[in-house]
C-alpha cells in the first residue's frame, strides 16, 4: 500500500516533468519561429529584389521584345528562388513535426510508465 509520502512523491514528479516538458515546448516553439521568420525574411527579399530588378529592366530594355525577353528570363529566375524558399518552408515544418511528436510520444510515455507504476 502507497503512503501519503509516495503519493507526494509521485505528484512532485508529475510537477517536475510537466515543467520540463513545458520547457522543452517553449525551446521548441522559439527555436521554430525564429527558422520560420528568417525564411519569411528571404521570401521578402526576393519580391524586394525583383521588384528593384524590374524597375532596372524598365529603363535599360532598348524595345519592348527586349523587356519581354528580360522579363521572361527574370520570372523564371524568380520562379524558381522562390519555390526554393517555399521548399525550405517545407522542410523546416516537417522537421517541426517531428520534433513536435516526439516531444509529445516522449510525455506520454513518462505518464504511461508512472501511471502503470501506480496501477501495481
Known amino acids: 500500500m502507497e503512503t501519503m509520502q509516495d503519493n ?15 520547457v522543452q515546448l517553449g525551446e521548441l516553439n522559439a527555436r521554430t519561429m525564429q527558422q520560420l521568420a528568417s525564411h519569411q525574411m528571404d521570401a521578402m527579399n526576393l519580391f524586394l529584389e525583383n521588384g528593384a530588378r524590374q524597375s532596372e529592366l524598365l529603363t535599360q530594355a532598348k ?11 527574370l520570372s523564371r529566375e524568380f520562379g524558381g528562388r522562390l519555390m526554393g524558399v ?12 517531428n520534433s513536435y511528436r516526439a ?18
Open 8 to 22: 507526494w512523491n509521485l505528484l512532485n514528479e508529475y510537477t517536475r516533468k510537466g515543467y520540463q516538458s513545458l
Open 86 to 97: 517555399f521548399r525550405e518552408n517545407l522542410e523546416l515544418a516537417d522537421e517541426a513535426q
Open 63 to 73: 524595345d519592348l521584345n527586349d523587356l519581354l525577353a528580360a522579363e521572361t528570363e
Open 103 to 120: 516531444l509529445f510520444e516522449n510525455g506520454l510515455g513518462d505518464a504511461a510508465e508512472k501511471t502503470a507504476g501506480m496501477a501495481r
